[in-house]
């Protein structure tokens, strides 16, 4: 496709369940990126992919959560024993190979609104 | 740990005056500096970035930013707003060496009155 997809649009859970969050980046975009969006959180980092780079995990927030990316093209985040907290809209984002700031603009999917009852 | 600032949750502005909607950052060494858009029932779209050179950038819109390195900043501003202005905007910024994370404000409310 021409733009970034992600899949499912919603997901509405119960807590304790395990979910899985899939996003296809724009093809040739080898970086990647997870964000959680919450009503007056503004934008959370999760997790950034960048080629055959070991990704930075480093906004994960709890060990519920991991995130993988096969082939360098799809990923998927997966959250364990969902928690109501875990609530909020998983945005997913690619990108171009950083160049010195060159090329560098996140191209966003519309994101995975996660609801956990 | 780079990190933005949006002091105002929501801005308020009448159709036809400026809008500014401003933005300071933490990052260790030079910034790449970045403001992004959602509108609503849309996703994330990028609107303009400083990387380095002129202090002054244009992006989509109509919309320009103003990088000072002394005050920290990055205000985003517009002459004449627009009603279909209104929207969420978020700054964004990263370090040009070592943590390449980046990292996004909690967004302005911008609201265009008609």
């Known amino acids: 496709g021409a733009g970034v997809s992600q899949s499912p649009s919603n997901k509405v859970t119960e807590k304790g369940k395990d979910v899985e969050l899939r996003c296809d980046p724009i093809s040739g975009h080898t970086a990647l990126y997870w964000y959680r969006q919450s009503l007056g959180q503004g934008l959370e980092f999760l997790i950034y992919f960048q080629g055959n780079s070991a990704p930075d995990k480093s906004g994960l927030p709890s060990d519920r959560f991991s995130a993988e990316r096969t082939g360098g093209s799809v990923s998927t985040l997966t959250i364990q024993r969902t928690q109501q907290e875990d609530s909020a809209v998983y945005l997913c984002a690619s990108s171009l190979p950083r160049l010195r700031g060159r090329d560098e603009k996140l191209f966003f999917g519309s994101g995975t609104q996660l609801s956990v009852l | 740990a780079q990190s933005v600032a949006q002091p105002e949750d929501q801005v308020n502005v009448a159709e036809g005056n400026p809008l500014t909607v401003k933005c300071t950052y933490s990052v260790s060494g030079n910034p790449y500096l970045f403001w992004y858009v959602q509108y609503p029932n849309r996703g994330l779209q990028f609107l303009l970035k400083y990387i380095t050179g002129d202090n002054l950038v244009k992006g989509s819109y109509g919309f320009e930013a103003e990088f000072n390195k002394s005050q920290t900043s990055f205000h985003l501003k517009k002459p004449s707003a627009l009603v279909s202005d209104s929207a969420l905007y978020f700054c964004?910024?990263?370090?040009?060496?070592?943590?390449?994370?980046?990292?996004f404000g909690k967004g302005n409310q911008v609201v265009v009155i008609p």
């Open positions: 964004a910024v990263r370090a040009t060496h070592g943590n390449n994370r980046l990292a």
